[in-house]
């Protein structure tokens, strides 16, 4: 069983940055995938980013909309997955879910992370 806590969501304006933070228990968070995924009210939980092992080095992968904007990264020393949001938009205001899997499958798909956080709320006001 793996457990995620998330922090580091809060209150910002247009333009901002925020950096989230997600910490795991287990003794292999080497090998496991992890993943940022956020949802609005009414909406499906959308993919953001995953970061995983893929031959040499880790790999990240992003939505389309916070390439260059959002930049996930991991401290293996820590068990502790960050997203690094920059130029905040309103449209990124949502609750931001960690997620993992420990077999290393880097997926933009929910139901391939069996271990989830508890979430933590982004509002970037206009």
């Known amino acids: 069983q793996v457990q995620l806590v998330e922090s580091g969501g809060g209150l910002v304006q247009t333009g901002d940055s925020l950096r989230l933070s997600c910490t795991a228990s287990?003794?292999?968070?080497?090998?496991?995938?992890m993943a940022w995924f956020r949802q609005t009210p009414g909406k499906e939980r959308e993919f953001v980013a995953s970061i995983t092992w893929a031959r040499s080095a880790y790999a990240a992968d992003y939505l389309e909309s916070v390439k260059g904007r959002f930049t996930i990264s991991r401290d293996n020393d820590k068990s502790t997955v960050y997203l690094r949001m920059n130029s905040l938009r309103p449209e990124d205001t949502a609750v931001y879910y960690c997620?993992?899997?420990?077999?290393?499958?880097?997926?933009?798909?929910?139901?391939?992370?069996?271990?989830w956080g508890q979430g933590t709320r982004v509002t970037v006001s206009s």
């Open positions: 287990g003794r292999a968070f080497n090998n496991y995938a």
């Open positions: 997620a993992a899997n420990t077999v290393g499958l880097a997926s933009r798909v929910e139901s391939d992370y069996p271990y």
